[in-house]
Nanobody, 121 residues
Framework: QLVESGGGSVQAGGSLTLSCAAS????????MAWFRQTPGEEREGVAS???????MYANSVKGRFTISQDNAKNTLNLQMNSLKPEDTAMYYC?????????????????WGQGTQVNVSS
């Protein structure tokens, strides 16, 4: 089970940190990611991280967002800085078993319910 938190409303240029708490059966070989979705649009990958610490970012967030994981706490984080109105979306965390660093949606099988981020101009 994945539960996101940390969403909210912020002005452009501000920062937010999203967290995703994982519970239940856990594997030693896995990757996790943050996705986001706006109404009528496809869910897009934002950032991904695997258990070895390797990361991947969408071009739209490179240099502004940082993904990290706390394995001891089974928590995934997304530090979002210099937020823009176009970052407004529902943000989801997801996980897959195995080592596949990707921002493609299909390989991820376990999803959280999402947390809303609103960035005003």
């Amino acid at each position: 089970q994945l539960v996101e938190s940390g969403g909210g409303s912020v002005q452009a240029g501000g920062s937010l940190t999203l967290s995703c708490a994982a519970s239940g059966v856990w594997y030693s070989n896995f990757c996790m990611a943050w996705f986001r979705q706006t109404p009528g649009e496809e869910r897009e990958g934002v950032a991904s991280i695997c258990d070895d610490g390797e990361t991947m970012y969408a071009n739209s967030v490179k240099g502004r967002f940082t993904i990290s994981q706390d394995n001891a706490k089974n928590t995934l984080n997304l530090q979002m800085n210099s937020l823009k109105p176009e970052d407004t979306a529902m943000y989801y965390c997801a996980t897959l078993v195995g080592h596949l660093l990707t921002l493609e949606r299909r390989p991820y099988r376990i999803w959280g319910q999402g947390t809303q981020v609103n960035v005003s101009s």
